[in-house]
């Protein structure tokens, strides 16, 4: 069993940076992790995703592509979230993601078996 701790989530104004962490417990190899937010009254947005498994398998959201960088620290086994250009839109519970059922969508949240508690990004203007 996976088990997902996030930190980092704070307040900032617009075009600051916060870098997210996802500390892992437990067989976190060759998995998709990722992250997703979500608002209240909405649902849970893909934002980042990474194959654990190899170099290179990483997908972003349109909306934050080229402000967000999704990383994997194997030696830590955690994996970071670096937000750019915060927008106040970027303003949502961030949550990380683990052990994605295979052959399903990155950016599906219901395709993920393990999660973390959420933390929360607000971003002002």
């Known amino acids: 069993q996976v088990q997902l701790v996030e930190s980092g989530g704070g307040s900032v104004q617009a075009g600051g940076s916060l870098r997210l962490s996802c500390a892992a417990s437990?067989?976190?190899?060759?998995?998709?992790m990722a992250w997703f937010r979500q608002t209240p009254g909405q649902k849970r947005e893909g934002v980042a995703a990474?194959?654990?498994?190899?170099?290179?398998?990483?997908y972003y959201a349109d909306s934050v592509k080229g402000r967000f960088t999704i990383s994997r620290d194997s030696a830590k086994n955690t994996v970071n979230l670096q937000m750019n250009s915060l927008e106040p839109e970027d303003t949502a519970m961030y949550y990380c993601?683990?052990?994605?059922?295979?052959?399903?969508?990155?950016?599906?949240?219901?395709?993920?078996?393990?999660w973390g508690q959420g933390t929360q990004v607000t971003v002002s203007s």
């Open positions: 437990g067989y976190t190899r060759s998995t998709w």
């Open positions: 990474l194959y654990s498994g190899g170099p290179g398998n990483t």
């Open positions: 993601a683990a052990n994605k059922r295979a052959g399903g969508d990155v950016f599906d949240a219901t395709e993920y078996m393990s």
